[in-house]
T-cell receptor, first 114, second 116 residues
Framework: NAGVTQTPKFRILKIGQSMTLQCTQD?????MYWYRQDPGMGLKLIYY???????DKGEVPNGYNVSRSTTEDFPLRLELAAPSQTSVYFC?????????????FGSGTRLTVV | AQTVTQSQPEMSVQEAETVTLSCTYD???????LFWYKQPPSRQMILVIR??????QNATENRFSVNFQKAAKSFSLKISDSQLGDTAMYFC?????????????FGGGTRLMVKP
């Protein structure tokens, strides 16, 4: 059971470039999330999804887009990368009963925009 | 909107001793859930312990326990018999009951160093 898999683990982008951070889970979880963690800070929610075809903005969505065409996959797209998007990005998923099980997190993607 | 505050950016403790990490939160909700997550140097986020606001009894998981004070909106984590493997960032998190997206709000974290 792989859990939540994120790729790549590290990436350096130049300003203005675009990329997609991949996230896939094999636990048949309904809910999926993207958070960013800036150095020395907590996690801030970018986007979330409650099921295939349904996505919604979190606290810091500007500069990002998501899609959820299947239950398993929840990619995060960065268009026109900016230095302010330098961060560690975490994908997470949860069952509906998150109050019991919490989130399952991926291992993160460290992104640097130069 | 809910806010979660962890007032101790860094703490250290000697191996085998006890340490308490603080967390306060601000909410107008009556029903909610609280969590502590551990993030070791590997960066993986690991659920340590959780608490339902409607339960008065403090949650315990082996060497980890919480002191939940609902009126004070306080949710501290106590680690007993600290081990070197407890060295990590610790995040407190809040979730409203009947939250459509089951979203967690995280505090800024406390970096804990366990010294041999």
């Amino acid at each position: 059971n792989a859990g939540v898999t994120q790729t790549p683990k590290f990436r350096i982008l130049k300003i203005g470039q675009s990329m997609t951070l991949q996230c896939t889970q094999d636990m048949n979880h309904n809910y999926m999330y993207w958070y960013r963690q800036d150095p020395g800070m907590g996690l801030k929610l970018i986007y979330y999804s409650v099921g295939a075809g349904i996505t919604d903005k979190g606290e810091v969505p500007n500069g990002y887009n998501v899609s959820r065409s299947t239950t398993e996959d929840f990619p995060l797209r960065l268009e026109l990368a900016a230095p302010s998007q330098t961060s560690v990005y975490f994908c997470a998923s949860s069952k509906i009963q998150v109050q019991i099980y919490g989130y399952t997190f991926g291992s993160g993607t460290r992104l640097t925009v130069v | 909107a809910q806010t979660v505050t962890q007032s101790q950016p860094e703490m250290s403790v000697q191996e085998a001793e006890t340490v308490t990490l603080s967390c306060t939160y601000d909410t107008s909700e009556n029903n909610y859930y609280l969590f502590w997550y551990k993030q070791p140097p590997s960066r993986q986020m690991i659920l340590v312990i959780r608490q339902e606001a409607y339960k008065q009894q403090n949650a315990t998981e082996n060497r980890f326990s919480v002191n939940f004070q609902k009126a004070a909106k306080s949710f501290s984590l106590k680690i007993s018999d600290s081990q070197l493997g407890d060295t990590a960032m610790y995040f407190c998190a809040f979730m409203k009951h009947l939250n459509a997206g089951n979203m967690l709000t995280f505090g800024g974290g406390t970096r804990l160093m366990v010294k041999p």
